[in-house]
């Protein structure tokens, strides 16, 4: 099987960046695309961005510009950079992943909070 460990959220102040990680560990054969995800209280979880096997990108319109998402292909690792961070953007942050395994399936990591307040 495979485990999404994200890492990096916290508090930040409006302006501020975070960088965002998540690993992905276990049986994998192939990574064909990862994501992440977001949901605020009251809200659907909403693609952020994602990045293909071939390093094509798509962001959402409201991070466009702000946020970066890249993939260490080697550490089977994919990273948000999130800069200019809003109050809108406070929400938890998910990374997903569409993997080879023992199958092909979506797997999703436990979630990790991003906090941006004055």
Not at 77 to 97: F, K, P
Request: with cysteine; charged share 15%; net charge neutral.
């Amino acid at each position: 099987q495979v485990q999404l460990v994200e890492s990096g959220g916290g508090l930040v102040h409006p302006g501020g960046s975070l960088r965002l990680s998540c690993a992905a560990s276990g049986t994998i054969f192939s990574i064909y695309r990862m994501g992440w995800y977001r949901q605020a209280p009251g809200n659907q979880r909403e693609l952020v961005a994602e990045i293909t096997d071939s390093g094509s990108t798509n962001y959402a319109d409201s991070v466009k510009g702000r946020f970066t998402i890249s993939r260490d292909y080697a550490k089977n690792t994919v990273y948000l950079q999130m800069n200019g961070l809003q109050i809108e953007d406070t929400a938890i942050y998910y990374c997903q992943g569409e993997i080879r395994s023992v199958y092909r399936g979506s797997w999703w990591g436990q979630g990790t909070q991003v906090t941006v307040s004055s």
